[in-house]
């Protein structure tokens, strides 16, 4: 079946390390995009990607990096810039982002925890 | 995006139906409405959605009212799984895909 993959499922970050987590769709989606959820909260948008080698920040991206090298693959680095990363991290991938009348699907998320 | 306003927590007994509202006053004309549900420690699950008309899937039902203002979606026949919370979003125009969730609504099935 189609669909997003995130690993791992649980991370942990020492203080000054960079992290990365990873992101692989095989539903050749051209939009990719990274959300952050703090507990009780909604999702909150990281940064975005319409198609391969190119990306944009969106409300939050202080701290974070990404690469989109491939379609399938979307890898976020959460940078020891970020100083409070402790969260629930979603991917999620639509055909395009034109695409209105398509659902996001999403991954089963990654969270983030500092030791 | 246009914002979307939410009851904080439902509650529903087991079979029988869960109507979740929605209220979307600032919708704008090319914008869906969305309906996702998260479950604990798990990535939104998409539901359904629509545009003007009331739309059905295996899943749901979704009613939007005639000026768009508002919708309800149905859970027809409720099951302890279906415990979850409900994020209603409206999306679309130059957004670039990006979905603004809110906190949703606590929907809670009791036996």
């Known amino acids: 079946d189609g669909g997003i993959t995130q690993s791992p499922k649980y991370l942990f970050r020492k203080e000054g390390q960079n992290v990365t987590l990873s992101c692989e769709q095989n539903?050749?989606?051209?939009?990719m995009y990274w959300y952050r959820q703090d507990p009780g909260q909604g999702l909150r948008l990281i940064y975005y990607?319409?198609?391969?080698?190119?990306?944009q920040k969106g409300d939050i991206a202080e701290g974070y990096s990404v690469s989109r090298e491939k379609k399938e693959s979307f890898p976020l680095t959460v940078t020891s810039a970020q100083k409070n990363p402790t969260a629930f991290y979603l991917c999620?991938?639509?055909?395009?982002?034109?695409?209105?009348?398509?659902?996001?699907?999403f991954g089963d998320g990654t969270r983030l925890s500092i030791l | 995006d246009a914002k979307t306003t939410q009851p904080p927590s439902m509650d529903c007994a087991e079979g029988r139906a869960a109507n979740l509202p929605c209220n979307h006053s600032?919708?704008?004309?090319?914008?869906?409405v969305y309906w996702y549900r998260q479950i604990h420690s798990q990535g939104p699950q998409y539901i359904i959605h629509g545009l003007k008309n009331n739309e059905t899937n295996e899943m749901a039902s979704l009613i939007i009212t005639e000026d768009r203002k508002s919708s309800t979606l149905i859970l027809p026949h409720a099951t302890l799984r279906d415990t979850a919370v409900y994020y209603c979003i409206v999306s679309g125009g130059t957004s670039y895909g990006k979905l603004t969730f809110g906190q949703g609504t606590i929907l809670t099935v009791h036996p």
């Open positions: 999620a991938s639509l055909p395009r982002t034109g695409a209105l009348n398509q659902p996001q699907h």
């Open positions: 600032t919708i704008s004309g090319n914008e869906y």
């Open positions: 990607s319409q198609i391969v080698n190119d990306f």
């Open positions: 539903l050749n989606h051209d939009a």
